[in-house]
């Protein structure tokens, strides 16, 4: 159980475009769930949390409106890279969190991360 | 200011050789913390996690120790294979608003081989 789906696994655009990702959870309700960027040999950093039905909350020098977050429903979430550029190439992961009552429920699960490359 | 630092940075041991990574934190007020293995091009997969009152937790061949006074945690990989290479993140969740917020360490690259 707990399994976290993205989709596109892999994706190469031209500069200026704008790409959507999306992040599933497949047997499980997610009421939030988070999007992190990973550069080649660092750690996952933060880069929002995004609520179910309600706007998302960006972490300090995320830039909102070139990182648009949609969770209209709590299986899915999307992350749209628009206008993208070669500095937004990086590896871009989701996790969900279930929804709380046992405290050790109230954890996140990874999903397989999707490579953007931008030319 | 919460931080988790692991060493070392990287690490190569021969396939059948035990190893030990190691986790230092300063986030506060803690809440768990969580060991993960990272294939390379994967999503983080959960190995162990602890909260404040557990010292060793186990999972195979990973045994993870937890030492809240002195803010200090180890994960031991014993009898390695080959496809124990990977980075292993440790992470520690600090209570937030209500929620945990998971502050995640660089990682420790291990490399095995033959």
């Known amino acids: 159980g707990a399994v976290v789906s993205q989709h596109p696994s892999r994706v190469i655009c031209k500069s200026g475009t704008s790409v959507k990702i999306e992040c599933r959870s497949l047997d499980f309700q997610a009421t939030t769930m988070f999007w992190y960027r990973q550069f080649p040999k660092q750690s996952l950093m933060l880069m929002a949390t995004?609520?179910?039905?309600?706007?998302?909350?960006?972490e300090q020098g995320v830039e909102k409106d070139k990182f648009l977050i949609n969770h209209a429903s709590l299986t899915l979430s999307t992350l749209t890279v628009t206008s993208a550029h070669p500095e937004d190439s990086s590896f871009y992961i989701c996790s969900a969190r279930t929804a709380g009552g046992v405290f050790l429920a109230d954890t996140q699960y990874f999903g397989p991360g999707t490579r953007l490359t931008v030319l | 200011k919460n931080q988790v630092e692991q060493s070392p940075q990287s690490l190569i041991i021969l396939e059948g050789k035990n190893c030990t990574l190691q986790c230092n934190y300063t986030v506060s007020p803690f809440s768990n913390l969580r060991w993960y293995k990272q294939d390379t091009g994967r999503g983080p997969v959960s190995l162990t996690i602890?909260?404040?009152?557990?010292n060793t937790k186990s999972n195979g061949r990973y045994t993870a120790t937890l030492d809240a006074d002195t803010k200090q945690s180890s994960l031991h990989i014993t009898a390695s294979q080959l496809s124990d290479s990977a980075s292993y993140i440790c992470v520690v969740s600090g209570v937030s608003g209500g929620y945990n917020k998971l502050i995640f360490g660089a990682g420790t690259r291990l490399a095995v081989h033959p």
């Open positions: 995004s609520n179910e039905g309600s706007k998302a909350t960006y």
């Open positions: 602890m909260t404040f009152s557990e």
